[in-house]
């Protein structure tokens, strides 16, 4: 991505010079981001001398509960990438889900910081964790990325909702389109934010998380809390499942299973009459005509293009263009999941 000059027109397209327009809003939203995090270290620290013992069972019983006794001992096998996303994870749940015992007592520890005289926050500090803990966790795809600044994601879970754009220095520059991950989005400011933990799921694991939220929800009168604590454990729990088993790829030195490639131009109408095995043995173009064969082809081409952009973020370049196989199908990059667009 190119470095934006300060006498530069701001991308924003205000008409302005960027260091009259957007540099100073970027500097102000660094600085945001800074005091949450010093708000969050603050709470955490506190936290941990007032009740060391109950913060200590609240995770490995609650955030690690689910884990097989031989994941839980291979946590400090993990790699240092992927125990610092675990820490950082870890210490977000306990500021907005996680319960501890207080004089024999179940309690949230949010009502514990925000109740409590002897926990110093300033007013800033409380306003942070208060709009913390009132937005869920919810699984969300990667719809556009620009990268050092910002993504464009779409929450799966709520699919009639408008795409969010979020301000996001670190992760953009890992993601790319169609990546798909569990988050918390916060406004800060005028923008809206990651709020710092983020679980980063493969597709077929985010489409597990909404089909099962969605199945343990329907039919029952759950209120904000309880939908709140059903998104967040399923996320949790296909994330660390999904962490472990790339860990134990990793140790055996196991690949993906096989994978479908996709077709040249050339090959293309050849390709689009074959059977595959991800469409249920039908042809892209036989399956291009249901709703449900469109939901499934628009997902294999999505996978197509996540693979291929994952290559060009680490050997360089630019991703291939498959819109040749989409305009073929007749189908749209951009139809939600939910509807079918021929």
Known sequence: MEKIGRNDACPCGSGKKYKKCCLDKGRESIQ????????????????????PEGVREAVFGGFLGGLKKRERE????????????????????????AKIAVQGEQKPVREILLSHDDFPLTTEGIRWLSNLGERPLSVYEVRRVDPGEGMLLSDLLRPDEPDIQVRER???????????????????????????????LAREGAHSCRSRIQRKGKGEDTGPDAFRELCGSIIREEWLRGVFAESQRADNGHNDAEKIEPPTAAD???????????????????????????????????????????????????????GYIWEGLGLKREMPDNIAVS
């Open 74 to 97: 291979a946590v400090g096998s993990l790699s240092p990438d992927v125990q610092e996303l675990l820490n950082v994870n870890i210490g977000e749940w306990l500021l907005t889900d």
């Open 268 to 322: 293309f109408e050849k390709w689009a009459e074959e059977p595959l095995p991800a469409l249920g043995d039908r042809s892209p173009r036989k399956a291009a005509k249901t709703p449900a064969g469109r939901r499934a082809v628009a997902e294999l081409l999505k996978t197509f293009e996540l693979r291929d952009a994952r290559r060009a973020l680490k050997e360089g370049g630019n991703p291939v263009d498959f």
């Open 32 to 51: 945001r981001m800074r005091d949450d995090s010093a708000v969050a270290k603050q709470a955490l620290e506190l936290l941990g001398e007032r009740y």
């Open 170 to 200: 670190k992760a953009s520059k890992g993601l790319v389109r169609w990546d798909t991950l569990g988050a918390r989005i916060v406004k800060s400011g005028n923008e809206w934010v990651l709020s710092g933990a983020v679980y980063p």
